[in-house]
């Protein structure tokens, strides 16, 4: 295009940049746009991928008016799904493109994948002499069907160029196949479960909410191995009778392919993955069918939210309370609430389960605004683990060691039995901390306020926050002592080595997420214990979601206590969760079994509700002390980060963002204070935390905030987490 053709109007393209506004451009004659067309635009030097929005852009001159480049051969993003962008952005306070970037992230599916090349037999055309091998093709083909040349060559067991001899004389003639579905479609009526009087209730009720255009959100409270998924099926199955796509989240998706086979057992097809370990063409076929409605079913990470869905009408959110589901970085979102925000927007129901829900999504049932549904005992004559703390001030591990007697005597009878044991902990690597016996000395990383994880298997020392490691030295760098450098306290690597000296001839699995081999590995480890290929695991938390081992009785905790003293408002509340969430996996197939918790504070509620099985009293405690305090649900929190090159940079703008903060009755600011993780990866910083009411408006408290503070400027960055998790 030249640059004085006519232009027949402009348009607002939202373009994947840190911006806060759509940015204009020309559409040129003759090219057709509408909301929603995905389009090339040039940016700068460069042409990204935009979205045409609606309203107005950025009002631009018109000589810099540039204009669209091209048009994608994509169906258009819904209007929903642009609502549901403008609102995630606007409630986290990120830059709108910034969100739609991450409905842009595969742009090799902006134009449809090229057709395969087929072929297919002309009818009455015969080849001028017959060979045994041509009359093998001819016969496969006979069908009428598009074969692929490489497809029918090996169906009729001959080389390609028997073929290519074949279409030379016009046997075959060229046609073009679509490219293949992910996924074959799913069939509601495939494999119904018969369900338990408790479970068809529960699934009746699910039914009829999915059946209707209502937004709505049930949460299926139900203990671990009571039946969650095979109820809310019910509902995908209402949804797909109604024509609707799913969505349904999972934490770790990539890590519980048994999901993937449970539901093709309902459904006879599986769902198509969306996940961070997915092939690029994967991905891109995935995005690409979602937009198309060609694929129904999504199982998903949180990032599947922002799938182009063109009839989203049912989502799942499973394990609704993990924390995987809140992101950090860049927009800082949970899809467990942007996913009942955009069933909102869509007016369709919202299904939340859990064995051990978030306190806000018990308060919202208390408060009637979400329906709760109880399934309160296990599916057959599972039972749950019988429960008890182990006081280690009382049953002290040998010197040197971190099991207690008690549970070792456990794991002997259970190996014993032929039955598989579980150690959980949930830390990485083999030393969280290594000193020098000599001089004292510490190890700490160069570039973050945190000490290195000693990995013993790689021989590194390791820092969790930046990667930043270095090979573990023979002596003390401060004092050169030999020798004399001690590991202080267990990772999972260590458990493991007592445990290989403890039980020699078991067979043991360590697993933990940053093992070599990848997903892939974590896997195959994964499958080899649900069929009892292993007596003994240890484990991070990647073994306590979702997955179903038959012949675990036991599980011991090996650090009860770990997540509770972080000045974290959820400790309590996250704590109970991991250990109900973790004991949960024993005991699943109905033979007896067991839970035993090491814990230095065997009094506190967290270790009673545990082992009482009082999870109501823990939650009734939790939500008192909450409202008390003011804190979510009952009142709003912000958390500003303010990093910078140097820590003067970091403390004085953090100092001015504060003075800027408006006079507000509803809303009060704290800090700034230098973060408890004051360096991370060469970078300082300090935290401010903004505490509202309920009905404050925190996100416009921030904008006139950030607007009467000084520009970030030089290496100052400032992350504004809307609802935080993470207090470090
Ligand atoms: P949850 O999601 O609550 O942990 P699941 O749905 O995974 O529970 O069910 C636990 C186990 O019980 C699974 O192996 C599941 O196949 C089985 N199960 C539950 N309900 C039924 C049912 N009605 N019929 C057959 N198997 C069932
Ligand atoms: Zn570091």
């Not at 199955?237 to 890590?255: C, D, H, N, S, Y």
Request: aromatic content about 6%; charged content about 25%; proline content about 7%.
């Amino acid at each position: 295009m030249t640059k004085d053709s006519p232009m027949s109007s402009v348009v607002p393209v939202m373009v994947p940049m840190p911006a806060e506004r759509p940015y204009s451009y020309a559409v040129p004659e003759g090219m057709r746009v509408e909301p929603g067309s995905i389009v090339r635009v040039p940016l700068g030097p460069r042409e990204v991928a935009g979205i045409v929005w609606d309203g107005s852009g950025e009002a631009v001159a018109a000589k810099k008016l540039r204009a669209i480049a091209g048009v994608f051969d994509c169906p258009p993003i819904p209007e929903e799904m642009r609502r549901f962008v403008d609102w995630v952005a606007s409630y986290t306070l990120s830059p709108p493109g910034m969100v739609a970037r991450m409905l842009l992230r595969a742009p090799a599916a902006f134009d449809p994948e090229p057709p395969t090349e087929g072929l297919r037999l002309v009818e009455g055309m015969g080849p001028d002499r017959l060979t045994a091998a041509r009359e093998r093709v001819l016969e496969m083909a006979a069908d009428g069907q598009a074969w692929t040349k490489a497809g029918l060559a090996h169906a009729a067991g001959v080389s390609a160029s028997v073929i290519e001899g074949l279409r030379s004389q016009g046997v075959f003639e060229t046609v073009s196949i679509p490219p293949r579905p992910v996924v074959a479609l799913p069939d509601p009526t495939f494999g119904r479960a018969t369900l338990t009087d408790g479970q068809a209730e529960a699934a009746a009720r699910l039914r009829e909410k999915a059946g209707t255009d209502v937004f709505s959100v049930t949460l299926i409270d139900g203990v671990t191995g009571s039946g969650k998924t095979e109820v809310y099926f019910e509902a995908v199955a209402a949804a797909l009778e109604r024509g609707k796509q799913v969505l349904i989240l999972i934490p770790e998706i990539a890590l519980t392919q048994a999901f993937l086979e449970r539901f093709h057992d309902r459904f006879g097809a599986k769902p198509a993955e969306w996940h961070s370990d997915l092939a690029p063409k994967k991905r891109e076929r995935v995005w690409r069918q979602v937009a198309e409605g060609q694929l129904r079913v999504v199982a998903g990470a949180r990032s599947a939210l922002f799938l182009p869905f063109r009839e989203l009408g049912l989502i799942v959110i499973d394990e609704e309370h993990d924390p995987a589901y809140k992101q950090e970085d860049r927009v800082f979102y949970n899809a467990r609430d942007m996913g009942v925000v955009r069933g909102h927007i869509g007016g369709f129901p919202v299904v939340l389960a859990s064995a051990t829900p978030s306190l806000e999504s018990r308060v919202n049932a208390n408060q009637a605004r979400y329906e709760r549904i109880v399934l309160s005992s296990r599916f057959a004559d599972a039972a749950l683990p019988d429960l008890a703390t182990i006081d280690m001030r009382k049953a002290a591990p040998e010197r040197g060691g971190f099991l207690s007697p008690v549970l070792i005597e456990e794991m002997k009878k259970t190996l014993a039995r032929g039955e598989q044991s579980l150690l959980f902990l949930n830390r990485r690597g083999y030393a969280p901390l290594t000193l020098c016996r000599v001089c004292g000395h510490r190890f700490q990383c160069p570039d973050c306020s945190s000490w290195l994880v000693e990995h013993r298997f790689r021989r590194q020392l390791v820092c969790h926050h930046c990667g930043y490691n270095e090979p573990r030295p023979e002596a003390c760098p401060e004092c050169g002592t030999l020798d004399h450098l001690v590991a202080c306290g267990p990772g999972v690597e260590r458990i493991t080595e007592e445990v290989d000296q403890l039980f020699p001839d078991a067979r043991t699995i360590m697993l933990s997420s940053d093992m070599m081999g990848g997903v892939k590995r974590l896997r195959l480890e994964l499958e080899a214990i649900a069929k009892g290929e292993a007596d003994i695991i240890i484990g991070t938390q990647l073994v306590a979601k979702g997955h179903n081992f038959p012949g675990m009785t036991l599980v011991g905790v090996i650090d009860a206590d770990l997540g509770l003293a972080n000045g974290d408002p959820r400790a309590a509340e996250r704590t109970f969760q991991l250990l109900a969430q973790v004991t949960g996996r024993a005991g699943r197939t109905g033979r007896k079994s067991l839970g035993l918790l090491q814990t230095y504070q065997p009094e506190h509620p967290v270790m009673r509700a545990i082992v009482t099985g009082d999870a109501e009293a823990f939650y009734e405690r939790e939500t008192a002390e909450r409202e008390r305090a003011g804190l979510p649900p009952f009142g709003r929190l912000a958390g500003i980060i303010v990093s910078a090159a140097t820590r003067q940079e970091a403390e004085s703008h953090a100092r001015a963002l504060r003075r800027a903060a408006p006079r507000a009755d509803e809303v009060d600011v704290l800090g700034p204070a230098e973060a408890p993780l004051a360096l991370v990866a060469g970078r300082h910083r300090f935290r401010l935390l903004v505490h509202g009411t309920r009905r404050a408006d925190i996100q416009g408290f921030l904008r006139d905030m950030i607007k009467a503070g000084p520009r970030p400027r030089g290496s100052v960055r400032v992350q504004v987490d809307i609802d935080p998790q993470s207090f470090l």
